[in-house]
């Protein structure tokens, strides 16, 4: 990567293939070698890991505006982006278990009289253009109010499976009070 004075459309369109220009962080103008993708034949499993990824990408925009703050704000002041750790917990679970991991629309957390509860709205897609998607309601225990006292503080919560692998949720931040 090499930081350019400046970036004209001529010198983009005459570079197209083989340099590609672009704003790092919307900033300064740098050029790199243009990325290169790999050429047919796929092996099945490379095909199916690129379809995973652009599942992933495409699921972004159904994120709730309340979900997407969340998961704005669970990354503010980390390295990767919010977008790289989702993709990144999607590409993990697809790894380990070979389906698309639930995807956490929108939470809601509601108090009880001895506990809180979190309603979340999952999406289910799968790899198979012909398998219909799910959309579904999941409630899950959080915390016993008198917990609360003894737990360490902040308190924060996501979704995970039975067997302990995070789903696609960003890390809340619980803000109950006992």
Known sequence: ????????????????????????RGITPVARSWPKKPKPP?????????????????????????MLETWQLSTVGVKPSWTDVYRAIIMKYWKLKRVIAPIALNYEVIEEALKF???????????????????????TTLIVKA??????????????DDDGNRQVAPNILFEGKP
Not at 1 to 24: C, H, N, Q, S, W
Not at 54 to 64: D, E, G, K
Not at 128 to 136: A, C, K, L, V, W
């Open 147 to 160: 917990d609360i006292l003894m737990a360490p503080k902040p308190i924060y919560f996501t979704l995970y």
């Open 42 to 66: 796929y092996t099945a499993l490379q095909a199916e890991a690129m379809a995973v990824f652009a599942i992933a990408n495409r699921s972004m925009h159904r994120l709730s505006p309340n």
């Open 117 to 139: 509860k979190v309603v979340w709205e999952i999406l289910q897609l799968y790899i198979d253009p012909e398998t219909p998607e799910e959309i579904y309601n999941y409630e």
């Open 1 to 24: 990567m090499a930081i350019v004075k400046e970036i004209t459309p001529e010198t983009i369109e005459r570079m197209r293939g083989v340099i590609d220009f672009y704003m790092l």
